[in-house]
């Protein structure tokens, strides 16, 4: 009995370390842990230094940006972000300095105005 016991212990033990231990892709922002946002960051090859630093937008339509913006994004045929638009459109959305280096074409000037773009639409309209 005690050994029956000890076994669906272990069985629990071992079933909560591959639900913890499963690939980011497979879980949610909220179940995202600091090894998780590190194997991502790896995975992307993003380097950040800094302190209080976002974490990086895993897809568009996670991020915080209106979905108006993410149809004309989606629109001219950006399917994913790129490496240096993940982690820098979180930081511009905060209103942050950065400096981002990657190649060119990677999407710098993307992941600068994005968050320009987020900021423009923020500001009350003009009536004439």
Partial sequence: M????????????????????RHWKEKSLDEMTERDWRIFK???????????IPNPIRSWRESDIQSELLDIIDKIGYKEPTPIQRQAIPIGLQNRDIIGVAETGSG?????????LVWIQSLPKIER
């Fill in 2 to 21: 005690i050994f029956r016991k000890r076994i669906k212990g272990l069985a629990k033990k071992e079933a909560k370390q591959r639900w913890d231990d």
């Fill in 108 to 116: 710098k000037t993307a992941a600068f105005l994005i968050p320009l």
């Fill in 42 to 52: 790896e995975d992307y090859n993003i380097a950040c230094k800094g302190g209080r």
